[in-house]
């Protein structure tokens, strides 16, 4: 069964078709990508599937359970974790304190017990930390874990974004462009990564222009372009997929490159 | 210093400063300022919650405040009930009056709540005025003394030391709200909405819980003010009181408990002291809030701990 | 029983007027600024206290008039030069906070500067009432009435027709775009304060005949005449004029025939209502956002 499904959706804002009747599924346990030109829809795509926007028709199921219109708090409690393209790092809070938050929904948190600091919140929270700072030895960011989010450097930001969003222990992961802005040691960095969080982890949607990025990484692919899908499936028939390479050579030919180059 | 050894810290210094504060007290105008201060300061602790961390405004808590004060003094006098019954009848009625306009009201994103608690609080304040039969009306009305668990309440030092530990563990409630799950999901929502509920924040119901719990703080020192001044007047509930405590709150520092007992203990204490200013009261108070939102924007205790290069609490 | 309906009809429709012209303050300075002012009912204040202590001084009563509504709009002015300005890094919160202090501190001046009774003033075309089929209206009503419409009339005309007017509505709009096009958006919210700052005066100055003025009469004022701004739906100006209409009426109307003790608590349930039940007010098209 597939773990999300989508079925016809459809997103306008203010007479704008931002996204026009997009239908697909993605199977469980794989690493999809989803590339397109800019504009063509991608980042409202995430916005529906995590209920940061409601759809203006459309059905969105998850695991089987329709999921349409739930708010983001409600998907999050599904399973569903993202990091964004504009970073939104908890800016005025510790970089263990963000990655606690990525565990609130594991953390004790009814009103008594934060209040009278129960055994059984301390003993959530002694963990919750440990969880913390295994990830954050993962990531490469232990040395920050004291430090305030906005002292570190924008590549270190990219990786606790993706921290954040793993210390929730997502069924799916959507991470929307996590290598833009980095440079090409960086961008490596990120790949290793992601490869090893993909290993025996969460079911990874991704969002990227680094077409070198994409097809070492992706199983899957969607291609969208004006809001439609225009083509999917596994990255070597993408890669020669006449329509897509027709997409990309119109108005893009730096990420044409990357294609050939895949 | 992590959170829990400066949340410590401060709360043996807040343990020893109310303890010896009576050493220094020469007559009972002391313990009475103190016992004010003391009651405002809960309030605020409670206010700050909401104001500091939730990032709402409430124009009304007075109205919380007379809530608890009237239904101890009504139901203990009137209806001859027992105090502590009085006390959580007033806790449930500002609690679920508080509920019931708090979870439509919050689920609007912006500054909704502080007008709907403005219109509510001076609903309330109109109440206590006209329903004469009930609450005397602008008169006020006699309530009598607290007797807490078959042991009276009486003389100054006896309440102080009520109010002191009541004071102390509200705060210690509060520390350990800001510190738990529930405080850093709202400092989360603080720093961007959106990304705390993609993890999961229910940010509407952790303002709601919030903003109850502030209602309910308000309630308890209402009950407190009401059995200690012996005689309640609806001025208690009016709409300049909730202003009177919001400024406590900014004045002393959003998103610092101790800063709001500064606020609360010396915007109660001044005017006591300063009575030959009784004329320009309003004009101290209404600079102090602009001047301080100008230059002191966090307020005055967290700016201090700022410049000692400490953690402010 | 009709003449009744008829008296509580024009009294609904006067004190109408008055909050409507207070609203047009809140909604006109919320539309470029995004502040809620709570100081507006200084300003209501201002005008009728500053024409009874200008007149008590000599002047006769227009020039009086004029020159309490110099007073208001200096007040506001500076209000927004001197304290929503500098403090607007502080956000919503810290701005609401601003100008209740701001309220509390010209109320405050006024208490010593002027002083703490009550005054009036002789009305515009004497207190003789006109009978209007079996109901007495005061001709004072009938100069609040003319004043209120001309001055709809007026914002109207400048809004929609004058260049200034359409730059400001840009400015508000879009602050950005405004500032390219060569408006700064500055001086626009400096001047909707000095505009919101004469509407109140003008207010203040024409409700002192019927109701008297106090140092401390901008405080119910201000917070009812922002009932009807939330009413109508807080920036829109044509929502500003019917909230406005809308407190009026059902307050004198509650006040006929259910209970005047509760006449002034009928602003604070509605705006607790349409808060509860139409957030966008009963005027008001501009989307809320839900969480």
């Not at chain 1, 690493?31 to 059905?59: D, E, Q, Y």
């Not at chain 1, 929730?168 to 090409?184: F, H, Q, R, S």
């Not at chain 2, 900014?250 to 109660?268: C, D, K, P, Q, R």
């Not at chain 3, 020039?63 to 304290?83: F, P, Q, Y």
Request: hydrophobic share 55%; charged share 15%.
């Amino acid at each position: 069964m597939s773990l999300l499904e989508v079925q016809h959706l459809a997103k306008s804002f203010g007479g704008v078709r931002a996204l026009d009747g997009v239908s697909f599924s993605l199977d469980a346990g794989r690493v999809h990508a989803l590339i397109g030109p800019n504009g063509a829809g991608k980042t409202t795509l995430f916005n529906l599937i995590t209920g940061m926007l409601a759809p203006t028709s459309g059905r969105i199921f998850f695991r089987g359970q329709e999921v349409t219109g739930l708010p983001p708090e409600a998907l999050a409690a599904l399973g569903i974790a993202r990091t964004f393209q504009n970073l939104q790092v908890f800016l005025d809070m510790t970089v263990r304190e963000n990655v606690l938050v990525g565990c609130h929904l594991r953390l004790e948190r009814r009103l008594h017990a934060c209040l009278l600091r129960t055994p059984s919140l301390r003993r959530a929270e002694r963990e919750a930390r440990e969880r913390a700072d295994r990830l954050l030895r993962e990531l490469g960011l232990d040395r920050y874990a004291e430090a305030r989010a906005d002292s570190l450097p924008y590549g270190a930001l990219k990786r606790l974004e993706i921290a954040r969003a793993l210390a929730a222990e997502p069924v799916l992961l959507l991470l929307d462009e996590p290598a833009a802005g980095c440079n090409e040691r960086e961008t490596a960095e990120i790949g290793e990564l992601l490869r090893s969080v993909a290993r025996g982890g969460p079911t990874v949607l991704l969002v990227e222009h680094d077409m070198r990025l994409v097809m070492n990484l992706a199983e899957h692919i969607l291609v969208l372009d004006h809001g439609r899908l225009l083509a999917e499936g596994p990255p070597e028939r993408i890669r020669r997929d006449p329509q897509v390479i027709e997409a990309y050579l119109g108005r893009h030919g730096q990420v044409t490159d990357g294609v050939a180059q895949g | 210093m992590d959170g829990a050894r400066s949340r410590l810290l401060g709360l043996a210094i807040l343990a020893l400063v109310l303890a010896g504060l009576p050493l220094t007290f020469t007559n009972s105008f002391w313990y009475d300022v103190a016992i004010h201060s003391g009651i405002s300061a809960i309030v605020c602790v409670g206010l700050n919650l909401l104001i500091g961390y939730a990032g709402q405004i409430s124009l009304g808590h007075a109205a919380f405040f007379g809530i608890g004060a009237y239904a101890s003094a009504i139901l203990t006098g009137s209806w001859r009930w027992p105090a502590e019954l009085a006390l959580l009848a007033g806790l449930a009625l500002s609690g679920g009056l508080a509920l019931l306009v708090a979870r439509p009201i919050l689920a609007l994103r912006g500054h909704y709540l502080a007008m709907a608690t403005l219109g509510l609080g001076i609903i309330v304040s109109i109440l206590l005025n006209q329903e004469i039969r009930l609450t005397g009306g602008p008169d006020g009305m006699p309530v009598p003394g607290l007797v807490l668990f078959g042991f009276p309440v009486r003389g100054p030092l006896v309440w102080y030391a009520l109010v002191a530990v009541s004071l102390f563990i509200v705060t210690l409630l509060a520390l350990h709200l800001v510190d738990s799950p529930i405080g850093r999901a709202l400092r989360a929502v603080h720093g961007s909405e959106l990304a705390a509920r993609a993890c999961g924040v229910d940010s509407t119901r952790l303002k709601v819980l919030v903003f109850v719990l502030s209602a309910m703080i308000a309630s308890y020192a209402g009950s407190l003010f009401a059995h200690f001044s012996g005689w309640l007047t609806p001025a208690e509930a009016e709409f300049m009181r909730s202003i009177e405590f919001v400024t406590m709150v900014v004045l002393g520092g959003m998103a610092s408990t101790f800063g709001a007992i500064v606020g609360a203990v010396v915007l109660t204490a001044l005017p006591q002291f300063l009575t030959v200013f009784h004329d320009y009261e309003h004009v101290v108070l209404g600079l102090a809030l602009v001047l301080g939102m100008i230059f002191l924007p966090r307020g005055v205790v967290p700016e201090l701990a700022r410049r000692l290069g400490w953690r402010a609490l | 029983m009709a003449g009744d309906l008829l008296q509580f009809l024009f009294a609904g429709i006067t004190v109408g007027a008055i909050y409507a012209l207070i609203a047009l303050g809140f909604s006109l300075v919320y539309s470029a600024s995004h502040v809620i002012n709570f100081a507006q009912g200084e300003f209501v204040m201002l005008g009728g206290m500053g024409t009874v202590f200008a007149a008590a001084a000599g002047l006769p009563l227009p020039i009086a008039a004029l020159a309490a509504l110099v007073l208001a709009v200096l007040a506001a002015m500076g209000l927004e030069r001197l304290a929503i300005h500098p403090a607007r890094d502080a956000g919503l919160t810290g701005l609401v906070i601003v100008t209740i202090g701001a309220s509390i501190l010209i109320r405050g001046l006024a208490g010593i500067v002027f002083d703490r009774n009550f005054h009036t003033l002789p009305a515009l075309s004497g207190d003789a009432p006109l009978l209007v089929a079996g109901a007495t209206l005061h001709p004072q009503a009938l100069w609040i009435l003319a004043a209120t419409l001309l001055v709809a009339l007026a914002l109207w005309l400048f809004f929609a027709r004058s260049l200034t007017g359409k730059a400001m509505l840009a400015a508000a709009v879009d602050p950005l775009a405004a500032e390219l096009a060569g408006i700064d958006p500055r001086r626009v919210v400096l001047w909707t304060f000095a505009l919101a700052g004469g509407l109140g005066a003008l207010a203040g100055f024409l409700v002192t005949p019927l109701a008297q003025t106090h140092f401390q009469i901008g405080v119910l004022l201000g917070l009812k005449g922002f009932a009807a701004a939330i009413v109508g739906g807080l920036g829109s100006a044509p929502g500003a004029m019917a909230g406005g209409l809308v407190i009026g009426l059902v307050e004198q109307l509650t006040a006929g025939y259910l209970s005047s003790a509760y006449k002034d608590a009928v602003a604070f349930v509605v705006i607790v209502l349409v808060l509860l039940l139409r957030p966008s007010g009963l005027f008001g098209t501009r989307a809320i956002e839900r969480v």
